[in-house]
């Protein structure tokens, strides 16, 4: 039994259930919508016919409530589920403080460069090594602090074994996952999603999951602390388009009921702590609510463009958003580069030049970026500091500056992606050491055009 519901005007509703989805296929079932108000039940006559808490829960379970927002949040963006257990999740023994390797939080101890930064392809782990998603997580810039609710970081991950009886949460904030080489398979306490790449999904803060892989596997990470992503305003642009709150997929209930040893993660400012407990934490028979994990096939994005002249700013690729209190600046933007149409007319088509009070990182999951078809591959990156230069490099410029403007297909077998941010990122020393270290060549070697002043 699964259903999904309209909670007020601000929730976007669509009752379906998808079985597979998008990209990732398989026989896991989703839940259509974004921020609904979904219920769902692996054992039927689950749920309570009415309220939360029964002074006993259908079939010996344990009632439980997970807080995504503050129990006075207003109305639209109020935030929870309640969860049925086979046990609640306090039954752990206490955390302990374990290695977390380049997984940090410590940016405040960084050195600031405000450099343009490129880095080849992330390492895979090697063949003679085990690593799972956890062990193989690496930062790459943030700021903010966890502990204040407002922030960010990027972090990279590489990974090529399961997590087995292993799990993990973030106390920090919502995880935005973008795999580029390797489907993952995410097992929650709300159920189980298939993510290949060219999908994203979001974990938010405090659910637990564990992910399991079949091969060398890669992808970015960004980490928000303080509020959820949420799709953006559209504007004038009216009341459809860019990505639909119906191509969101949330999993159905999905139970383990096993016995023995189990380790819980726990991502804690920064740092990583482990707990021990005698059964899975996967042993939720029925949950509802608005606070749950979903996935989306950037396939599905619906592209606005220009269609006269001039090259519209990024902005009309937002997927998703994360606000702040400055209306229209964002402490994240997740923004996609998909393919489409360039038709206008005596213009740049390209990337323009560009200084940005925003901080730009960007990845590329597959195919190559316009601007820069070289050296910036599948699964490598770059950031572009708040106010330092960049965009396309001289032969994209020499190119496009000369171009035959006819209607042409633009990134084709291409998806780039931008992690924006009004923040001031700071990068890791091991970031710092891993980056392409003649990336400022790409702009050297301008030519001075400039014919003076007409006489």
């Known amino acids: 039994v699964n259903k999904s519901t309209r909670a007020n005007k601000m929730a976007a509703a669509s009752v379906k259930e998808v079985v597979g989805g998008g990209g990732g296929g398989g026989n896991e079932k989703y839940m259509s919508g974004f921020g609904n108000e979904f219920a769902t039940e692996a054992v039927p006559g689950t749920l309570p016919n009415r309220g939360n808490t029964p002074q006993k829960v259908s079939h010996g379970l344990y009632a439980e409530q997970l807080s995504g927002t503050a129990f006075t949040a207003p109305r639209?963006?109020?935030?929870?589920s309640w969860l049925y257990r086979i046990r609640p999740s306090v039954g752990h023994l206490p955390y302990e403080m374990i290695e977390s390797g380049e997984l940090s939080g410590a940016w405040h101890e960084w050195i600031p460069n405000p450099n343009q930064m490129r880095w080849s392809p992330f390492?895979?782990?090697?063949?003679?090594?085990?690593?799972?998603?956890?062990?193989?997580m690496k930062t790459v810039a943030g700021a903010g602090d966890?502990?204040?609710?407002?922030g960010m970081a990027i972090h990279v991950y590489a990974c090529n074994k399961s997590m087995e009886n292993r799990s993990m949460y973030n106390s920090d904030g919502d995880f935005l996952i973008v795999p580029q080489q390797g489907e993952l398979t995410i097992r929650t306490e709300f159920g189980v999603l298939k993510v290949a790449p060219n999908e994203i999904v979001v974990i938010q803060?405090?659910?637990k999951f564990s992910v399991a892989v079949t091969g060398p596997s890669r992808g970015y990470i960004a980490e928000v602390f303080g509020v959820h992503f949420q799709l953006p305003n559209l504007g004038p642009i009216g009341a459809n388009?860019?990505?639909?709150?119906?191509?969101?997929?949330?999993?159905?209930?999905?139970?383990?009921?096993?016995?023995?040893?189990?380790?819980?993660?726990?991502?804690?400012?920064?740092?990583?702590?482990?707990?021990?407990?005698?059964?899975?934490?996967?042993?939720?028979?029925?949950?509802?609510?608005?606070?749950?994990?979903?996935?989306?096939?950037l396939a599905q994005f619906m592209v606005i463009n220009a269609?006269?002249?001039?090259?519209?700013?990024?902005?009309?690729?937002?997927?998703?958003?994360?606000?702040?209190?400055?209306?229209?600046?964002?402490l994240c933007d997740f923004v996609i580069f998909p393919p489409r149409w360039g038709v206008a007319d005596d213009t740049f088509r390209p990337p323009y030049f560009h200084r940005n009070c925003m901080s730009e990182f960007m990845g590329l999951i597959k195919g190559k970026?316009?601007?820069?078809?070289?050296?910036?591959?599948?699964?490598?990156?770059?950031?572009?500091?708040?106010?330092?230069?960049?965009?396309?490099?001289?032969?994209?410029?020499?190119?496009?500056?000369?171009?035959?403007?006819?209607?042409?297909?633009v990134a084709d077998g291409t998806m780039a992606f931008m992690f924006e941010?009004?923040?001031?990122?700071?990068?890791?020393?091991?970031?710092?050491?891993?980056?392409?270290?003649?990336?400022?060549?790409?702009?050297?070697?301008?030519?001075?055009?400039?014919?003076?002043?007409?006489?």
Not at 76 to 80: A, G, I, L, S, T
Not at 309 to 330: K, M, N, Q, R, W
Not at 442 to 453: I, P, V
């Open 146 to 150: 966890p502990s204040a609710r407002n």
């Open 241 to 297: 388009g860019l990505a639909n709150a119906r191509d969101f997929l949330t999993p159905t209930a999905a139970y383990e009921d096993i016995d023995g040893d189990f380790e819980i993660i726990s991502k804690f400012q920064g740092a990583l702590f482990s707990a021990k407990q005698d059964h899975s934490p996967f042993d939720v028979v029925a949950w509802h609510g608005n606070y749950a994990p979903y996935k989306y096939d």
């Open 369 to 409: 970026y316009e601007a820069k078809a070289g050296a910036f591959l599948p699964g490598g990156g770059s950031l572009h500091s708040s106010m330092t230069p960049h965009g396309p490099d001289v032969k994209c410029f020499e190119g496009a500056s000369a171009a035959n403007l006819e209607p042409e297909r």
């Open 421 to 455: 941010s009004s923040l001031s990122l700071k990068t890791s020393p091991w970031a710092q050491k891993t980056v392409q270290p003649d990336y400022h060549k790409a702009w050297q070697g301008f030519k001075k055009n400039f014919t003076g002043a007409p006489k």
């Open 205 to 207: 803060r405090g659910i």
């Open 76 to 80: 639209d963006k109020n935030q929870r």
């Open 123 to 136: 390492e895979l782990p090697a063949d003679d090594l085990s690593v799972d998603f956890v062990a193989g």
């Open 307 to 330: 269609v006269a002249f001039d090259h519209a700013d990024p902005s009309i690729f937002t997927v998703l958003t994360v606000p702040t209190a400055e209306e229209g600046t964002a």
